[in-house]
């Protein structure tokens, strides 16, 4: 039996000899092997999911009977078009750009000082402070928000006791951006956008800054450059791919959100609230699968403007 069972576990350990022995000498069949289940899930599961998805957008929808009849169409694709659809789309993507632009404003000041002067206790409590937002439900926070900025909340409340009350009056009275409240303001609305995806512009920013060689800076002080010329021809260039790459999550996410359209801002459908509208409330599932169309379009453009920016590089 000694002899059976040390036989058997020789031809075990041949077997897996010659099978390592014959991947090793084939490294693109081992590659294939390795990434065929997971390129296998992604190509069904999700593209296929989402081809499955935009391809209903062809469907007609009855408005009779309210159902979905396998009748291709392109009326629905047209109907994105339409004044009230394309003021959704526009404000939709003015909103991201605008978001998109204010998280790079506010995250390099603060992502320069992580990289370049914190240390210590001081840059771990920054890197927690940073991502310490991320790890609370998005939903509670965006309720959160609704109260904050409620009539007699707390920023209502900050803003009178720093004399602010009538810069505040004054902007809610503009058309577009106003209301009678922050919460159900506009620039409520794009506080709480900032606000929430924020973090994800500081993070891709300070890894794009902390490469930045300190040999560079030190050599444009000894050429006499101002800290302002150094700023602009050296750190700035360095940080577009970082930015370029935090600006996909800014962008794709307001892009894509229906929660906070519908608790904060005023009355104003956003891309996101309309296919949950068409596809949750009258049930027209063409017309949310042609909606849909529109972000990963959106996106599919930014991300094409990006990647020669070298946010690719940079994540």
């Known amino acids: 039996m000694n002899m059976q069972g040390a036989a058997k576990g020789v031809s075990h350990y041949r077997l897996r000899r010659d099978v390592s022995t014959f991947l090793w000498r084939r490294p693109l069949l081992w590659l294939a092997l390795l990434l065929t289940p997971p390129v296998m899930w992604f190509a069904i599961i999700y593209l ?17 009977t309210m159902s979905v009849l396998p009748e291709l169409t392109l ?10 659809n394309y003021d959704i789309i526009s404000r939709t993507l003015i909103m991201a750009l605008l978001v998109t632009l204010a998280s790079a404003v506010l995250a390099f000041p603060l992502a ?19 991502m310490l937002p991320m790890w609370a439900s998005y939903i509670v926070k965006a309720y959160a928000w609704t109260l904050l900025l409620a009539k007699d909340g707390v920023a209502q409340w900050f803003l009178t006791h720093m004399g602010l009350e009538g810069v505040l009056s004054t902007v809610l009275s503009i058309p577009g ?40 800076l030190q050599a444009s002080a000894d050429l006499g450059a101002r800290p302002g010329q150094t700023l602009r021809y050296i750190v ?14 800014t962008f794709s996410l307001t892009l894509g959100d229906f929660i906070i359209p519908q608790l904060v801002g005023p009355p104003g459908y956003f891309i996101g609230n309309m296919v949950y509208v068409q596809q949750g409330a009258i049930g027209n ?8 169309l529109v972000p990963c379009v959106l996106i599919g453009l930014w991300l094409a403007l990006v990647k020669r920016l070298g946010a690719f590089d940079a994540l």
């Open 285 to 292: 599932m063409p017309m949310a699968a042609a909606f849909t």
């Open 177 to 216: 951006i106003g209301g009678t409240t922050l919460s159900t303001s506009g620039l409520g609305r794009f506080g709480v956008f900032v606000y929430i995806w924020l973090p994800f512009m500081i993070l891709p920013v300070h890894a794009a800054l902390v490469r930045v060689p300190s040999s560079a």
């Open 112 to 130: 320069w000082y992580m990289a370049r002067y914190a240390s210590g206790r001081m840059k771990a409590f920054l890197y927690i402070a940073v």
């Open 48 to 64: 296929g999911s989402l081809f499955t998805l935009l391809w209903q957008g062809l469907y007609t929808f009855d408005d009779f």
């Open 236 to 249: 700035l260039p360095l940080a577009i791919p970082g930015i370029a790459a935090g600006s996909i999550f």
């Open 75 to 84: 009326s629905n694709l047209a109907a994105l078009f339409s004044p009230a």
